[in-house]
Nanobody, 115 residues
Framework: QVQLVESGGGLVQPGGSLRLSCKAS??????MGWYRQAPGKQRELVAA???????NYADSVKGRFTISRDNAQNTVYLQMNSLKPEDTAAYYC???????????WGQGTQVTVSS
């Protein structure tokens, strides 16, 4: 049974930092990543990383966010620096299984950037 457990969201002032973590279990995963969804908006890709280390970022977070992973622990991280109010959203971890190429999602963690 595949499970994704996220942690690390919260309230932070503009310019601050947060680190999100997502631990996956139950399979071997290829691409893992983070998406976000703000109220009234579509879910969008924030960053993704393959098992081999190839990385993709949304233009809006380049230079501010860093994605990384620990393959041995099936864990993906998102370090978010220089946070802006427009980064406020529910952040969802995603993971694609290596063999079946099936996508799984975490429950979401709220990030609020406000003074």
């Amino acid at each position: 049974q595949v499970q994704l457990v996220e942690s690390g969201g919260g309230l932070v002032q503009p310019g601050g930092s947060l680190r999100l973590s997502c631990k996956a279990s139950g399979s071997i995963f290829n691409t893992m990543g983070w998406y976000r969804q703000a109220p009234g908006k579509q879910r969008e890709l924030v960053a993704a990383i393959t098992r081999g280390g190839s990385i993709n970022y949304a233009d809006s977070v380049k230079g501010r966010f860093t994605i990384s992973r620990d393959n041995a622990q099936n864990t993906v991280y998102l370090q978010m620096n220089s946070l802006k109010p427009e980064d406020t959203a529910a952040y969802y971890c995603s993971a694609r299984t290596l063999l079946s190429q099936r996508d799984y999602w975490g429950q979401g963690t709220q990030v609020t950037v406000s003074s």
